[in-house]
């Protein structure tokens, strides 16, 4: 399967958008890019997402694109001249045609699900989106077209290294961090050594609880492109993280290609190209149970941001 999903980037600067409308219809965001997913499995090791714990997820390498607003009617996307995608296929490119994804609240390519499109390898996402000129079109609002100048094989001279986060407070057992509840845990990424140069570099930071509890709120934020803010850094306090729960951290590392203005100053425009890396969190009560709920969880990696399909 090829689903994919909402790439962190988008997330975190939807908070900036401002929308541009048109009568009832507004444009807050439309992105559009190529991303590398990473789980990080110990205090080291940064790898491409295993797709555990099923083949429903498509790949760690991915296409999406993105558009939010209100009272909007579906968006279209024309791929870059070279692109292999079958265009009149209904399966996965839905003929242009975005669908909107409750989820996420957004409308987004790669049918049915509408996650975007993953693949196993970045030279397959390259083969069916070239790199090149996309066009996206909102009826009734108007068209934008964005430039993907770099491959995504080639994300490497834009972005060199995945994030990979250094973790105080508790311990890495079976790919995940175990900590007790009643202690702070600090949260640091390695530095994006192309911060401050070339294309706008932003940084995204992300956590959020898995499956319930009622008094944990996701902690986004973001930097733009100052070199004096090239890293990640964040403490959860103590008594913050509930007994029990598990609990996803990601950060990502952007470089954002192409800008389009002519929507007007509001909306959030733009062509990128993303590593991002997650690892899961368990808050457990003592040191000694960790390797017994470690277990229970079935070493488990909890992704960002993924769903599986229906």
């Not at 009568?23 to 205090?43: H, M, P, R, Y």
């Not at 407070?169 to 990424?189: A, C, D, H, K």
């Not at 368990?282 to 709920?293: G, H, K, N, Q, R």
Request: proline residues 5%; glycine residues 12%; negative net charge.
């Amino acid at each position: 399967m090829n689903t994919k999903r909402c790439p962190l980037l988008l997330v975190i600067l939807l908070g900036l958008a401002v929308t541009c409308s048109t009568s009832a219809q507004t444009v807050d965001a439309i992105f559009l890019g190529k991303s590398v997913e990473n789980v990080q499995t110990d205090a080291s090791t940064v790898v491409p997402n295993p797709q555990t714990p099923g083949p429903t997820y498509g790949g760690a390498y991915g296409f999406q694109v993105s558009v939010r607003g209100t009272t909007l009617s579906a968006p279209t996307v024309t791929l870059a001249a070279g692109s292999t995608m079958p265009t009149a296929d209904a399966t996965g490119h839905n003929g242009g045609l975005l669908g909107y994804n409750a989820s996420d609240d957004e409308w987004a390519y790669g049918y049915p699900n509408y996650n975007g499109w993953g693949q196993t390898s970045a030279s397959s996402i390259d083969t069916l989106f070239a790199t090149g000129d996309y066009s996206v079109s909102v009826p009734s609002v108007g068209s934008v077209t964005l430039t993907l100048g770099t491959s995504l094989a080639n994300i490497s001279s834009l972005i060199a290294n995945a994030p990979l986060f250094t973790l105080t407070g508790g311990t890495w057992s079976g790919n995940m961090y175990l900590v007790n509840p009643s202690q702070e845990v600090t949260i640091t990424s390695n530095v994006f050594s192309e911060f401050g140069s070339g294309p706008d570099a932003h940084i995204g930071f992300e956590i959020y609880q898995n499956g319930g509890g009622l008094n944990f709120n996701n902690e986004y934020f973001y930097s733009e492109n100052n070199s004096a803010d090239n890293f990640i850094s964040y403490t959860i306090n103590a008594n913050t993280l509930i007994s029990g729960q598990t609990y996803t951290v990601g950060g990502g590392f952007a470089a954002v290609v192409d800008l389009d203005t002519s929507l007007g100053v509001g909306p959030v425009v733009g062509a990128f190209l993303e590593r991002s890396t997650s690892f899961t969190i368990s808050a457990v009560p003592e040191p000694s149970t960790y390797a017994a709920i470690a277990g229970a969880l079935g070493l488990g990696i909890v992704m960002l941001r993924r769903r599986k399909l229906g």
